[in-house]
């Protein structure tokens, strides 16, 4: 990423993480988006791997610091989310919408795993079905993020 995207990147994770309170009423059917990791998703595949690791660190620590609760566990399982994410891009997929919605997805999934390892959940089988259901959300809101992103990030590419 350009300075441009280093900008954007920070301004993007910083609106997540102010909307993160809110995503129990944009929540319906008991899923609710992970506005951090739904930003996770596109930002990383726009980013280098290296990138990726920080954009999952910065998440991380918004994550953790929005409960109060143990950060190291969020700063851990977002960093690997974000390393996800940019691993994704270097796989050879053009990047697009549809990548860009699986991503979130997928990286939804391996942080909160990583998460659930970390820190155990005391209902494991409704965490597992909270995640799933907040991957497919991510999935859906990053797909209008990802077009957005490019458009301002490397409006010549695209």
């Known amino acids: 990423m350009n300075g441009r995207g280093v900008l954007v990147a920070a301004v993007c994770l910083?609106?997540?993480g102010a909307l993160q309170p809110l995503a129990p009423r944009f929540g319906f059917w008991g899923m609710r988006p992970d506005f951090l990791l739904a930003a996770l998703g596109p930002l990383s595949l726009l980013a280098t791997r290296r990138g990726g690791l920080l954009l999952g660190f910065a998440a991380g620590v918004l994550g953790g610091a929005l409960p109060g609760a143990n950060m190291a566990h969020y700063v851990i399982s977002r960093t690997?989310?974000?390393a996800f994410g940019a691993w994704v891009r270097s796989l050879g997929f053009e990047d697009g919408p549809a990548v860009s919605a699986a991503t979130a997805f997928a990286l939804t999934i391996v942080a909160q795993l990583v998460l659930m390892f970390l820190a155990p959940p005391a209902r494991?089988?409704?965490f597992l079905g909270?995640?799933?259901g907040s991957?497919?959300?991510?999935?859906?809101l990053a797909i209008p993020l990802f077009a957005l992103l490019t458009r301002i990030v490397d409006p010549v590419k695209r």
Do not use: C, E, K
């Open 14 to 16: 910083y609106l997540a």
């Open 80 to 82: 690997v989310g974000g």
């Open 130 to 132: 909270a995640t799933i």
């Open 135 to 140: 991957a497919v959300l991510n999935g859906l």
């Open 124 to 126: 494991i089988g409704a």
